[in-house]
Protein backbone atom coordinates (compact mmCIF):
# COMPACT_ATOMS: atom_id res chain seq x y z
CA UNK A 1 0.00 0.00 0.00
CA UNK A 2 1.57 2.72 -1.02
CA UNK A 3 2.15 5.97 1.93
CA UNK A 4 0.27 8.87 0.51
CA UNK A 5 -3.36 8.17 -0.63
CA UNK A 6 -4.92 9.06 -3.50
CA UNK A 7 -8.52 8.45 -4.67
CA UNK A 8 -8.01 5.65 -7.71
CA UNK A 9 -10.46 7.54 -9.66
CA UNK A 10 -12.36 10.81 -10.27
CA UNK A 11 -14.32 12.33 -13.45
CA UNK A 12 -15.48 15.87 -14.24
CA UNK A 13 -17.11 17.66 -18.01
CA UNK A 14 -15.29 19.89 -20.19
CA UNK A 15 -14.72 23.32 -18.67
CA UNK A 16 -15.36 22.19 -14.88
CA UNK A 17 -12.69 21.83 -12.46
CA UNK A 18 -10.95 18.71 -10.51
CA UNK A 19 -10.01 18.78 -7.20
CA UNK A 20 -7.73 16.12 -7.01
CA UNK A 21 -6.47 14.66 -3.33
CA UNK A 22 -3.20 12.73 -1.74
CA UNK A 23 -3.46 12.12 1.83
CA UNK A 24 -0.72 12.04 3.91
CA UNK A 25 -0.49 9.40 7.37
CA UNK A 26 -0.97 10.88 10.48
CA UNK A 27 2.31 10.62 11.30
CA UNK A 28 3.94 13.10 8.69
CA UNK A 29 2.90 16.65 9.00
CA UNK A 30 1.69 17.59 5.10
CA UNK A 31 2.58 20.91 6.18
CA UNK A 32 6.60 19.91 6.26
CA UNK A 33 7.07 18.43 2.91
CA UNK A 34 6.94 19.89 -0.75
CA UNK A 35 4.02 17.99 -2.59
CA UNK A 36 4.72 17.42 -5.99
CA UNK A 37 1.96 16.67 -8.74
CA UNK A 38 3.10 14.35 -11.97
CA UNK A 39 0.77 13.64 -14.76
CA UNK A 40 0.78 10.29 -16.72
CA UNK A 41 -0.69 9.39 -20.18
CA UNK A 42 -0.15 6.32 -21.21
CA UNK A 43 2.49 5.58 -23.93
CA UNK A 44 4.18 8.82 -22.53
CA UNK A 45 6.59 9.68 -19.69
CA UNK A 46 5.73 11.19 -16.64
CA UNK A 47 5.59 15.02 -17.03
CA UNK A 48 6.06 16.79 -14.16
CA UNK A 49 3.39 19.86 -12.97
CA UNK A 50 4.20 21.84 -10.11
CA UNK A 51 4.94 21.41 -6.58
CA UNK A 52 3.54 23.50 -3.44
CA UNK A 53 4.82 23.74 -0.11
CA UNK A 54 3.51 26.88 0.59
CA UNK A 55 1.56 29.59 -0.62
CA UNK A 56 4.48 31.84 -0.98
CA UNK A 57 6.45 28.58 -1.65
CA UNK A 58 5.83 26.53 -5.13
CA UNK A 59 6.56 26.13 -8.08
CA UNK A 60 5.28 25.54 -11.89
CA UNK A 61 6.90 23.08 -13.96
CA UNK A 62 7.92 24.98 -17.80
CA UNK A 63 4.79 25.00 -20.25
CA UNK A 64 2.62 24.05 -17.20
CA UNK A 65 -0.74 25.84 -17.66
CA UNK A 66 -1.67 27.96 -14.84
CA UNK A 67 -5.33 26.40 -14.76
CA UNK A 68 -2.71 23.68 -12.92
CA UNK A 69 -2.27 24.77 -8.96
CA UNK A 70 -1.28 23.00 -6.05
CA UNK A 71 -2.43 23.68 -2.22
CA UNK A 72 -2.56 22.12 1.06
CA UNK A 73 -5.41 21.07 3.53
CA UNK A 74 -3.72 20.85 6.80
CA UNK A 75 -6.74 20.07 9.12
CA UNK A 76 -6.53 16.72 6.79
CA UNK A 77 -2.99 16.81 6.62
CA UNK A 78 -3.99 16.68 2.93
CA UNK A 79 -2.26 18.05 -0.91
CA UNK A 80 -4.50 19.05 -3.56
CA UNK A 81 -4.11 19.41 -7.42
CA UNK A 82 -6.70 21.61 -8.75
CA UNK A 83 -7.32 21.49 -12.27
CA UNK A 84 -9.76 23.96 -13.54
CA UNK A 85 -11.46 24.38 -17.26
CA UNK A 86 -11.08 21.24 -17.93
CA UNK A 87 -9.67 19.90 -21.34
CA UNK A 88 -10.09 16.52 -22.64
CA UNK A 89 -6.53 16.02 -22.85
CA UNK A 90 -6.42 16.65 -19.10
CA UNK A 91 -7.72 12.92 -18.71
CA UNK A 92 -5.00 11.22 -17.30
CA UNK A 93 -3.24 9.32 -14.00
CA UNK A 94 -2.22 11.96 -11.66
CA UNK A 95 0.45 10.85 -9.13
CA UNK A 96 1.56 13.25 -5.83
CA UNK A 97 4.89 12.46 -4.36
CA UNK A 98 7.30 13.56 -1.18
CA UNK A 99 10.76 13.25 -0.38
CA UNK A 100 10.12 10.58 2.63
CA UNK A 101 13.67 10.17 4.47
CA UNK A 102 16.04 10.55 1.39
CA UNK A 103 13.22 8.53 -0.45
CA UNK A 104 10.80 9.27 -2.93
CA UNK A 105 7.63 8.03 -2.48
CA UNK A 106 4.74 8.13 -5.28
CA UNK A 107 0.86 8.00 -4.30
CA UNK A 108 -1.02 4.80 -5.91
CA UNK A 109 -2.26 7.54 -8.33
CA UNK A 110 -5.63 8.65 -9.52
CA UNK A 111 -7.14 8.30 -13.11
CA UNK A 112 -8.70 11.69 -14.03
CA UNK A 113 -11.76 11.28 -16.59
CA UNK A 114 -12.38 14.38 -18.80
CA UNK A 115 -16.59 13.28 -19.67
CA UNK B 1 17.17 20.19 -26.18
CA UNK B 2 17.63 17.80 -23.09
CA UNK B 3 17.45 14.23 -23.99
CA UNK B 4 17.71 10.94 -21.95
CA UNK B 5 17.50 7.24 -23.65
CA UNK B 6 17.19 4.07 -22.21
CA UNK B 7 18.37 0.89 -23.10
CA UNK B 8 19.64 -2.75 -21.94
CA UNK B 9 16.14 -4.16 -21.37
CA UNK B 10 14.82 -7.13 -22.22
CA UNK B 11 13.41 -10.88 -20.81
CA UNK B 12 15.44 -12.12 -18.23
CA UNK B 13 14.95 -14.95 -15.97
CA UNK B 14 14.20 -14.96 -12.12
CA UNK B 15 17.52 -14.65 -10.05
CA UNK B 16 19.48 -13.06 -13.21
CA UNK B 17 21.03 -9.95 -13.83
CA UNK B 18 20.34 -6.64 -16.38
CA UNK B 19 22.31 -3.61 -16.68
CA UNK B 20 19.89 -0.40 -17.63
CA UNK B 21 21.98 2.67 -19.37
CA UNK B 22 20.62 5.95 -19.41
CA UNK B 23 22.55 8.21 -22.40
CA UNK B 24 22.12 11.80 -21.34
CA UNK B 25 22.45 14.55 -23.61
CA UNK B 26 21.45 18.40 -24.12
CA UNK B 27 23.11 19.47 -20.76
CA UNK B 28 25.89 19.36 -18.36
CA UNK B 29 25.07 15.82 -16.95
CA UNK B 30 27.67 16.31 -14.35
CA UNK B 31 25.78 18.77 -12.33
CA UNK B 32 22.51 17.35 -12.10
CA UNK B 33 21.37 14.46 -9.96
CA UNK B 34 19.58 11.35 -11.94
CA UNK B 35 17.10 8.87 -10.86
CA UNK B 36 15.09 6.09 -12.01
CA UNK B 37 12.01 5.53 -11.75
CA UNK B 38 9.55 2.49 -12.97
CA UNK B 39 6.39 1.53 -13.60
CA UNK B 40 5.21 -2.19 -13.44
CA UNK B 41 2.16 -2.83 -16.10
CA UNK B 42 -1.16 -2.13 -15.07
CA UNK B 43 0.60 -0.21 -11.59
CA UNK B 44 1.52 3.34 -10.44
CA UNK B 45 4.84 5.17 -10.59
CA UNK B 46 7.75 4.00 -8.13
CA UNK B 47 11.08 5.72 -7.27
CA UNK B 48 13.71 3.42 -7.59
CA UNK B 49 16.50 5.38 -7.00
CA UNK B 50 18.93 8.38 -7.31
CA UNK B 51 22.27 9.10 -7.21
CA UNK B 52 23.53 12.52 -6.77
CA UNK B 53 25.57 14.95 -10.00
CA UNK B 54 28.92 13.56 -8.32
CA UNK B 55 28.13 10.40 -7.39
CA UNK B 56 28.71 11.10 -3.94
CA UNK B 57 25.20 10.01 -2.76
CA UNK B 58 22.88 7.33 -3.33
CA UNK B 59 19.57 6.18 -1.89
CA UNK B 60 16.94 2.86 -2.89
CA UNK B 61 13.62 2.10 -2.08
CA UNK B 62 13.33 -0.73 0.29
CA UNK B 63 12.05 -2.90 -2.16
CA UNK B 64 15.67 -2.76 -4.65
CA UNK B 65 17.89 -2.71 -1.58
CA UNK B 66 21.10 -4.99 -2.07
CA UNK B 67 19.82 -6.06 -5.23
CA UNK B 68 20.01 -3.19 -7.45
CA UNK B 69 22.92 -0.30 -7.81
CA UNK B 70 22.65 3.10 -9.58
CA UNK B 71 25.90 4.32 -10.96
CA UNK B 72 26.96 7.43 -13.62
CA UNK B 73 29.96 8.05 -15.56
CA UNK B 74 29.83 12.08 -15.82
CA UNK B 75 32.79 11.41 -18.71
CA UNK B 76 30.24 9.45 -20.76
CA UNK B 77 27.23 11.38 -19.78
CA UNK B 78 25.44 8.12 -18.66
CA UNK B 79 23.41 7.00 -16.15
CA UNK B 80 23.48 2.77 -15.01
CA UNK B 81 21.29 0.45 -12.92
CA UNK B 82 22.84 -2.64 -12.22
CA UNK B 83 20.03 -5.02 -11.07
CA UNK B 84 20.93 -8.12 -9.61
CA UNK B 85 18.76 -11.00 -8.14
CA UNK B 86 15.57 -9.80 -9.97
CA UNK B 87 11.92 -11.13 -9.37
CA UNK B 88 9.18 -10.90 -11.02
CA UNK B 89 7.82 -7.93 -9.61
CA UNK B 90 10.90 -6.39 -10.75
CA UNK B 91 9.15 -6.32 -14.70
CA UNK B 92 8.12 -2.59 -15.22
CA UNK B 93 9.31 -0.14 -17.49
CA UNK B 94 12.00 1.54 -16.28
CA UNK B 95 12.42 5.77 -16.98
CA UNK B 96 15.89 7.56 -15.91
CA UNK B 97 14.83 11.31 -14.86
CA UNK B 98 17.12 14.03 -14.19
CA UNK B 99 16.65 16.28 -11.36
CA UNK B 100 16.12 19.77 -11.00
CA UNK B 101 19.51 20.13 -9.14
CA UNK B 102 22.11 18.45 -7.41
CA UNK B 103 20.15 15.71 -6.08
CA UNK B 104 16.71 15.00 -4.33
CA UNK B 105 14.04 18.05 -5.75
CA UNK B 106 12.15 16.98 -8.63
CA UNK B 107 12.02 14.59 -11.73
CA UNK B 108 12.27 17.51 -13.98
CA UNK B 109 12.83 15.79 -17.69
CA UNK B 110 12.59 11.85 -18.59
CA UNK B 111 13.53 9.13 -20.75
CA UNK B 112 10.67 7.15 -22.93
CA UNK B 113 11.51 4.20 -21.24
CA UNK B 114 12.61 0.58 -21.24
CA UNK B 115 10.82 -2.40 -21.28
CA UNK B 116 11.92 -4.92 -18.15
CA UNK B 117 10.07 -8.52 -18.27
CA UNK B 118 11.44 -11.26 -15.44
CA UNK B 119 10.05 -14.31 -16.08
CA UNK B 120 10.70 -17.99 -16.84
Known amino acids: QPVLTQPPSSSASPGESARLTCTLP?????????IYWYQKKPGSPPRYLLY?????????GSGVPSRFSGSKDASANTGILFISGLQSEDEADYYC?????????FGGGTKLTVL | QVQLVESGGGVVQPGRSLRLSCAAS????????MHWVRQAPGKGLEWVAI????????YYADSVKGRFTISRDNSKNTLYLQMNSLRAEDTAIYYC?????????????WGQGTLVTVSS
Open chain 1, 52 to 60: HYSDSEKGQ
Open chain 1, 26 to 34: SDINVGHYN
Open chain 2, 97 to 109: ARDKDYGGTYFEY
Open chain 2, 26 to 33: GFTFSSYG
Open chain 1, 97 to 105: MIWLRKAGV
Open chain 2, 51 to 58: IWYDGSNK
